[in-house]
């Protein structure tokens, strides 16, 4: 089996350069091509790539700025492999990776799958608490990949892979925040088959900062409405459990204003117990300390961007129009 590991870039040279480092590491024997594509970026990483020429294959292109999606997509129709691998350009892979992943596709071969992300020792403590943020059972329910979910797997860009056989019949990623969960209902819907492989993660290092963590977390939720139009049914009730939240802390602050301080104890209850399960992950106190902020962040962030998009998208009606236009799938 040949694979193409497609990555879309924007501005990120030194991400670019440590994925490329990781995939010299790796051990085994495995057939691969690397097919990037530069997306209108201004700092662009032709230089890093001349760097690994000599021992990875790579195809290296450039497009004017579309997006992600687009992105993918263009290096999908590069690609010669029998099996497509997306990861972000801030991602490492550990050096097993592709043996792990070549002895599980023969093993338990599935025409989809995806894997679980975790934090390099090495990653700042801001990056290690972000992580945590979207990791852990008591923020996201699990649903990136955890041992414990709340809801279907669904694999997503970060650490993702896919047969050309489903891109031939499902085609490519719609332009929409939200776009590899989208892409993975239509490969179930399409009837082929989805697996979780939790030995084949990678490190992802993320968002740098909790300004850049917040405005990314906001469009998630502001997506989930968008495949909620999109995917009569797909909206589960973790997927609303962050605007729960968010209502549910503006309402403590009223109690407790207008009738008992007591009210106050269930975010004391729930920050020590992020912390515990911060610091027990971490090993850090510092570590942990930021992963409370980062986790509230992850909550509010998420929980605003799905309060908004339901009003304006569901209740006011503008976002029928746009899922229509959505439904278009690109090749």
């Not at 790539?49 to 790579?58: A, C, D, F, P, V």
């Not at 329910?141 to 709340?150: A, C, P, V």
């Not at 963590?213 to 495949?227: A, C, D, H, P």
């Not at 908004?308 to 090749?331: D, N, P």
Request: hydrophobic share 40%; net charge positive.
């Amino acid at each position: 089996m040949k694979y193409s590991i497609i990555i879309p870039v924007y501005n990120r040279p030194d991400e670019v350069e440590e994925l490329l480092e990781s995939l010299v590491n790796q051990t085994g024997n495995f057939s691969f091509e690397m097919v990037i594509v530069e997306d209108g970026s201004t700092l662009p990483c032709d230089k890093v790539i001349e760097q690994y020429k000599g021992r990875l294959s790579i195809s290296y292109h450039t497009k004017p700025n579309t997006g992600r999606s687009d992105t993918r997509n263009v290096g999908m129709e590069l690609a010669k492999g029998d099996y497509f691998l997306f990861f972000d350009s801030d991602c490492v892979l550990p050096p097993q990776y592709f043996a792990t992943l070549d002895q599980i596709l023969s093993e338990s071969y599935s025409d989809c799958f995806g894997g679980p992300d975790a934090a390099h020792e090495s990653f700042s403590s801001v990056q290690k608490a972000i992580s945590y943020a979207m990791t852990s059972f008591f923020t996201t329910g699990g649903i990136r990949g955890g041992k414990q979910q709340l809801e279907k797997f669904k694999p997503r860009t970060f650490n993702m892979g896919f047969s050309r056989a489903v891109y031939e019949k499902v085609g490519g990623f719609r332009d929409m925040f939200g776009e590899d969960i989208d892409l993975s209902i239509r490969i179930a819907d399409a009837g082929f088959s989805i697996a979780l492989y939790r030995d084949a993660f990678v490190y992802h290092r993320r968002r740098v900062s909790f300004r850049k963590f917040y405005k990314q977390v906001r469009n998630f939720g502001s997506g989930r409405i968008s495949l909620a139009l999109l995917h009569k049914g797909s909206m589960k009730l973790v997927h609303t459990l962050p605007a729960l939240f968010l209502v549910g802390a503006i309402g403590i602050i009223i109690l407790s204003v207008f009738l008992s301080l007591w009210f106050w104890l269930f975010p004391v209850f729930y920050t020590l117990l992020l912390l515990a399960d911060a610091f027990i992950k971490t090993k850090s106190v510092k570590t942990a300390l930021l992963a409370v902020w980062a986790s509230y962040i992850q909550l509010v962030g998420y929980g605003w961007g799905f309060i908004t998009a339901f009003v304006q998208k569901i209740l006011l009606g503008r976002g029928l129009e746009s899922s229509e236009t959505l439904k278009k799938v690109y090749k």
